[in-house]
């Protein structure tokens, strides 16, 4: 078990632990990776025991929080992926049925509620247990003398590996591979029951059969879930990034107490800083705080705010970071803090000095990145703030209807994009043969055109910039022609025909040109030489679908030149140095 858990470290790693029944179930867990783990744990026997490394979402990384979790007899005992939206009222409700909970965890939830359910068959428990749960998840139950896991999932990976005479469940192949190449994916629904010689499914209250597959994959490949690289991997990942960073809590609850202070007409002003990547997500951000709060809104890049930043009285400062390590952001917190600023840090890994430091802390929850290059913690920063300032947006109930059911529908929004990326591999290998290309966008499409031209050049080493569309007569025109690409985003907003201007402009200085628009928007049909279409959203959301194009042609152009994606040169993931 401790070896498959080292192969699916890439999931997660700040914590882990393994429960294995014999006599009693023993549990051993701890916030430390999968190798110190093995070297902690006394030797013990045990034919059936499940696993767990985590990535904390919620509550930090602790002894207590790792997971398995166990019920209130230390009989019932469960590991999960994924996250359990509705966990609070749930927690509470055992609570005042005498339910014992020692983690922060919303995972804890499901050995309680099983327990609650049990009546003699463990697996009817865990279908009666997951009846009151919403929200995403892969799970393993072991019973304290059963003799069969059940697993179960939604919206969660979870596999059967057969082996002679030993089963194995896994959050995803690598896990397993050394032992077995007979594979089972579970599909969304079931819920299987597994003991060493019998695999057997139901779904929607039924018995139902699932097909064998052959994996063919080497141990290597698998390691990144068949995926070429973690960049691609993360990519594909980004639905799921978007459901479970949006979850359930989509305007439940009052998430930032100073920005309802500030929409109702407070006097401070707010700030987003950031680097990298990040920083783009708070030009992003910028866009939407003025258009659905109409707030006074700054978005600095925190290298340069750390020496020339002025700090307005009453400044809520917003810092975004994926690492919540980046020693710029890091200092400029400290800045904010020292003359009293309030700062919430948007991170994506609970635990880091950002998250510390900051006054509040809001989680995305895109799971490890690895790929030096960000892209599915990008989104998920989005999310959070589009989750964020619809909260306090200052527009017509309509349109708010409309922007939350567009933001539900973000995540498949994203999965057509992907769909299409033969399409965009297509136009990569056309592109793949410059050594400039240029981005432009206007509006909330201009920190896109930046962060295309950044994840171009980073994993490619093309040089690539990013424009405001408007500004290519003010200097770059000098620079187009035959042998200079642009790569044009048309928004259907206000900016639209200005965009069309100049991506004439543009066509009549002889470079060659691809456009980003809407499903149904012929406009730069005869202008351009390729045309990419995007699903139609609000043009506030239209970051979201035009940036996971841009991810995907510059990972097929870095993938074409033969370039190392995952760690480009002179990189680093996190940058803990001014
Ligand atoms: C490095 C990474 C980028 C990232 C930037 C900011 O340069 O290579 O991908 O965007 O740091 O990192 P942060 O962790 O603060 O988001």
């Given at each position: 078990m401790l070896n498959c858990l080292g192969h699916l470290e890439y999931r997660g790693y700040d914590s882990c632990g393994i429960a294995v029944s014999n006599s009693s179930i023993q549990v051993y867990k701890d916030a430390v990776r999968v190798a110190e783990l093995k070297k902690a744990i006394p030797p013990f026997e045990g034919s059936l025991g499940i696993g767990h490394t985590r990535w904390a979402t919620h509550g930090k990384p602790s002894r207590t929080n790792a997971h398995p979790?166990?019920?209130?007899?230390?009989?019932?005992?469960?590991?999960?992926?994924?996250?359990?939206?509705?966990?609070?009222?749930?927690?509470?409700?055992?609570?005042?049925?005498?339910?014992?909970?020692?983690?922060?965890?919303?995972?804890?939830?499901?050995?309680?509620?099983?327990?609650?359910?049990?009546?003699?068959?463990?697996?009817?428990?865990?279908?009666?247990?997951?009846?009151?749960?919403?929200?995403?998840?892969?799970?393993i139950v072991m019973?304290?003398?059963e003799n069969a896991l059940i697993a179960a999932r939604k919206d969660?990976?979870?596999?059967?590996?057969?082996?002679?005479?030993?089963?194995?469940?896994?959050?995803?192949?690598?896990?397993?591979?050394?032992?077995?190449?007979?594979?089972?994916?579970?599909?969304?629904?079931?819920?299987?029951?597994?003991?060493?010689?019998?695999?057997?499914?139901?779904?929607g209250g039924k018995s139902a059969k699932r097909t064998e597959h052959k994996v063919h994959w080497s141990v290597e490949e698998a390691r990144k879930s068949g995926y070429e690289h973690y960049m691609l991997k993360e990519i594909h990942e980004q639905p799921n990034v978007i459901r479970d960073t949006i979850g359930n809590w989509l305007l439940d609850g009052e998430p930032l107490e100073d920005l309802k202070r500030m929409s109702e007409g407070g006097m401070e002003t707010l700030l987003i800083l950031a680097c990298g990547t990040s920083y783009h997500a708070a030009m992003v951000g910028k866009y939407i705080v003025q258009e659905l709060l109409g707030l006074p809104v700054r978005a600095e890049l925190a290298s340069e705010f750390n020496y020339y930043g002025r700090i307005l009285p009453e400044t809520l400062a917003?810092?975004?970071?994926?690492?919540?390590?980046?020693?710029?952001?890091?200092?400029?917190?400290?800045?904010?803090?020292?003359?009293?600023?309030?700062?919430?840090?948007?991170?994506?890994?609970?635990?880091?000095?950002?998250?510390?430091?900051?006054?509040?802390?809001?989680?995305?929850?895109a799971g490890p990145e690895i790929s030096v290059a960000a892209t599915k913690s990008f989104i998920a920063q989005l999310m959070v703030i589009y989750w964020l300032m619809m909260h306090y947006a200052r527009v017509e109930p309509k349109r708010q209807a409309e922007l939350v059911l567009q933001l539900r529908q973000m995540a498949s929004r994203v999965a057509q994009v992907l769909d299409k990326e033969s399409e965009i591999a297509g136009l990569a290998t056309y592109f793949a043969k410059y050594d400039d290309i240029f981005f432009i966008g206007r509006g909330i499409n201009y920190p896109v055109a930046l962060e295309g031209a950044l994840k171009l050049k980073e994993i490619s080493y093309i040089h690539a910039e990013g424009f405001a569309a408007g500004e290519l007569k003010h200097g770059p025109f000098a620079l187009l022609g035959p042998n200079k690409p642009v790569i044009g985003i048309v928004t259907n907003d206000a900016t639209h025909q200005a965009m069309l201007t100049n991506i004439r402009e543009?066509?009549?200085?002889?470079?060659?040109?691809?456009?980003?628009?809407?499903?149904?928007?012929?406009?730069?049909?005869?202008?351009?030489?390729?045309?990419?279409?995007?699903?139609?959203?609000?043009?506030?959301?239209?970051?979201?679908?035009?940036?996971?194009?841009?991810?995907?042609?510059a990972y097929h152009i870095a993938r074409v030149r033969g370039c190392p994606i995952d760690f480009p040169k002179n990189l680093a993931k996190s940058v803990t140095v001014e």
């Open positions: 979790h166990v019920g209130c007899q230390n009989e019932i005992t469960v590991v999960h992926n994924g996250i359990i939206n509705n966990f609070l009222p749930l927690k509470q409700k055992l609570i005042e049925e005498g339910h014992a909970f020692s983690s922060e965890t919303d995972s804890e939830v499901i050995p309680h509620l099983i327990e609650k359910y049990y009546a003699g068959d463990l697996e009817k428990a865990v279908e009666r247990a997951l009846a009151d749960v919403k929200g995403s998840y892969a799970i019973g304290y003398g969660s990976p979870l596999i059967i590996a057969l082996g002679d005479h030993e089963n194995y469940l896994a959050s995803d192949v690598p896990a397993i591979l050394d032992y077995s190449s007979r594979v089972i994916y579970l599909e969304d629904g079931d819920i299987a029951t597994v003991t060493a010689d019998n695999v057997s499914f139901r779904n917003i810092a975004i970071t994926q690492s919540g390590e980046t020693a710029d952001v890091l200092l400029a917190i400290k800045k904010l803090k020292d003359v009293g600023c309030r700062v919430v840090a948007i991170t994506n890994v609970i635990g880091s000095r950002v998250s510390r430091l900051a006054d509040r802390t809001i989680i995305t929850r543009v066509k009549a200085r002889g470079s060659p040109l691809a456009t980003l628009v809407s499903e149904g928007d012929d406009s730069t049909d005869t202008l351009a030489d390729f045309v990419i279409t995007v699903p139609q959203v609000d043009p506030l959301f239209s970051p979201v679908v035009n940036t996971v194009v841009l991810q995907l042609l």
